[in-house]
Structure formats: structure tokens, C-alpha cells
């Protein structure tokens, strides 16, 4: 993954727990390009690497990138180093931009964004709205107006924000009961949020629907296993209480990683042999056959064989 120094141009509070920030090449160059749906991977100044969306509708050869950041104490401390230790002409690493959650074609759009999940889809909105585009529809859900970054934004007549503190969940069901092919469906957010969108969609076609969490659901670790890792022959076991990419940590095997929560990908490998069972929100049906995500997904079978994915280094 190619790496880019960037200087914090901007930086300001959103609401009491989002901050903004704009990042730019020190020397003035453009940076590489991007499509609305892309991320960074940002090294935070306490050592965190971190995924975080790009808000912009983005482009060839942008002058900058800007991103958002919701500070989570109960996180794992990167967003919290994003606040506290980042300020205007900190020098950050970031990655190039990678798009897993791509824009595409449609007659119509309906966009589904609950609380920090509006980064993506903000990118998507401009976009198609810049473009003179009708029929593009957004839903924003947050918990009160004070904590919804970009409020003034999206008070057209085919925005609803709707606010859950004191008024209860928003129903889905009336945008989502009658399947329409000529609507794409987009939705970031909680994992609530996406699985009540995924099984409020289910008779609805499957390439009609877009999913990214920006937290992966935290399911209970199951039961041990083996890992054969291909390149030398090791075999590393798996305990339950423990991740594949830890426990081939444990074990000396070096696997790159950045959110460690299922949705950046980063610490994907190739899956040789055995079952798995997957739980990250970031690889297709199609890219699930030989690969995996090996901070959260697991094997189903007793022993799986998995090594690196691509043009990895051997561990």
C-alpha cells in the first residue's frame, strides 16, 4: 500500500464528538485520486492505523482530502488520538485511497447513513446532486440534532434526518417494503443499522444493495481451531478467545492489519483449505471463496490452511 505524508491544513469541530480534518501535500501537489465511497488508512501520532472515509466527492488530482472522525472513548484509542493529538500542521501517514463501498450507476438512489456512517455517503449525495441528478434519496439518522455533523446540508425535500433521542427508531419499512430494481441502496452506519437494512432488503435483489458498517458486529468468539500457515508449514492454534490474526501474531507470522474491526480488509488472507466462517463487512461473495479477513472471521472446519494473500511478503 503506497503511503503519502500529509500536513493538517484545517481542523474543527462538527459537533461535541465529531472533528474535521483537512489534509493536503506539504509541497502543494495534487494527491491521487478517488471516488465518492473511498477511505484512507491514517496512522494516528499514538500508532493506531485507522480506516476513516473521505467526505468529498473527490475526483482526479485533488488538492486535498477530508476527513471526519466521531471521538469513541470506549474504542481503541485511535479515534481519541485523532482529537486530542492532531492539530493544524501535524504531519500525518496516510495510505492512498482504496474504494470498497464503489458508487454505481443507477435511475435512482436511495442513501441510508446513521451517524458517523454519513462520511461515505455525503461523498455519494454531493456527487450525484453537483451532477444535476433527481431521484437521490437520503434518510440520515442520528440520535439529536446536536450530534448530526453536516445538519444544514440536507434539508431538501428528499432528505429525512431524523433524530432517534426522545422519538424512538425511524421505520424502514415504508422505504424499503416494495422492491424496486431501478433504486440502488445504499446504507453506512451501526451494525444494528445494517442488519436491519439487510433483512429489511432481503426479498429485494442482491446487487441492489450496498452495505458498509464502520464498526463490524462484535460476535462471541467460537469454538478453537488450526491454522496451517501455507508459506512454511506452521501450524498455530486457535483458541477461542482469540482472533486468527492475533494468535498468527502469537506465532511469529506477520500479517499487515489497520481497523482490526472487519471493514478496511487490510489483514486479508488467502484461504487454501478448510471452511470459514465470515464475519467481516468488506469482501464480496465472490472474494469470500479464497480469502478472509483474519481479525474477526474464523474457521468453521477443525483446521484451516491460509497463507498471503497476493503480492504479500511470506511471513
Not at 431521484?135 to 432517534?164: C, I, Q
Not at 451501526?190 to 460476535?219: C, D, N, Q, Y
Request: hydrophobic share 40%.
Amino acid at each position: 500500500m503506497s503511503e503519502l505524508r500529509l500536513r493538517v491544513s484545517a481542523a474543527g469541530e462538527l459537533t461535541p464528538t465529531v472533528r474535521r480534518f483537512v489534509l493536503r501535500d506539504p509541497a502543494g501537489s495534487r494527491l491521487p485520486a478517488y471516488e465518492p465511497g473511498a477511505h484512507v488508512v491514517v496512522s494516528t501520532p499514538a500508532g493506531h492505523r485507522r480506516a476513516y472515509s473521505l467526505v468529498e466527492p473527490g475526483g482526479a488530482q485533488p488538492r486535498e482530502y477530508v476527513l471526519c472522525v466521531r471521538r469513541d472513548t470506549d474504542g481503541r484509542g485511535g479515534s481519541v488520538s485523532m482529537h486530542d493529538d492532531v492539530a493544524v500542521g501535524t504531519t500525518l501517514v496516510v495510505s492512498a485511497p482504496a474504494n470498497r463501498f464503489p458508487l454505481a450507476p443507477s435511475p435512482r438512489y436511495l442513501f441510508i447513513a446513521g451517524g458517523i456512517g454519513i462520511t461515505p455517503i455525503r461523498a455519494m449525495v454531493r456527487r450525484l446532486r453537483a451532477a444535476g441528478r433527481a431521484g437521490v434519496r437520503l434518510l440520515y439518522l442520528t440520535r439529536s440534532a446536536a450530534e448530526t455533523p453536516f445538519l444544514e446540508e440536507f434539508a431538501g425535500p428528499e432528505d429525512t434526518v431524523h433524530h432517534s433521542g426522545g422519538r424512538g427508531r425511524l421505520d424502514l419499512w415504508p422505504y424499503l417494503g416494495v422492491p424496486d430494481d431501478d433504486v440502488r441502496i445504499y446504507c453506512c452506519g451501526p451494525p444494528a443499522l445494517v442488519r436491519a437494512v439487510r433483512t429489511l432488503t432481503a426479498h429485494w435483489r442482491l446487487s441492489r444493495i450496498h452495505l458498509e458498517e464502520f464498526a463490524a458486529g462484535h460476535r462471541q468468539l467460537s469454538s478453537p481451531f488450526t491454522a496451517v500457515w501455507a508459506p512454511d508449514g506452521r501450524r498455530v492454534g486457535v483458541p477461542a478467545h482469540l482472533s486468527l490474526l492475533a494468535a498468527l501474531r502469537g506465532e511469529g507470522v506477520r500479517v499487515g492489519s489497520s481497523c482490526e474491526a472487519g471493514v478496511c480488509g487490510t489483514c486479508r488472507v488467502a484461504v487454501l483449505d478448510g471452511e470459514v466462517e465470515h464475519a467481516d463487512s468488506v469482501l464480496t461473495e465472490s472474494e469470500r471463496v479464497a480469502s478472509m479477513v483474519a481479525c474477526v472471521s474464523r474457521a468453521r472446519s477443525t483446521e484451516l490452511v491460509v497463507g498471503p494473500y497476493q503480492d504479500e511478503e511470506l511471513a
